[in-house]
């Protein structure tokens, strides 16, 4: 998935349910888009594929699970606990 936009656009996803990303995918950002504008509200839990990459920030009430070699442009919260292997976490610039 690609954002496109300017380095002032927001993109807030909502997902009422768990969130299970396959492995290689990936979610780019273009045109000045900025990960500190990305945020991912997931009520379930958040599980990343291998090699897959995410720009964003996710707040998370329950657990995030991420498989090896994925990366992260952003910030990862949770209320009980964050699962890393070999994975990569870049913050966003201010």
Do not use: C
């Not at 090699?51 to 090896?68: I, L, N």
């Amino acid at each position: 998935m690609t954002l496109t936009g300017n380095a002032t656009e927001v993109w807030i996803f909502q997902i009422a349910q768990d969130l299970v990303v396959a492995n290689a995918v990936e979610v780019t950002l273009t045109g000045g888009a900025v990960p500190r504008n990305v945020f991912w509200q997931v009520d379930g839990t958040v599980k990343l594929g291998t090699t897959s990459h995410m720009a964003g920030r996710r707040p998370q009430p329950d657990r995030h699970q991420h498989e090896d070699r994925r990366s992260l442009d952003g910030r990862l919260l949770a209320q009980t606990a964050i699962t890393l292997s070999s994975n990569t976490i870049s913050e966003p610039a201010p």
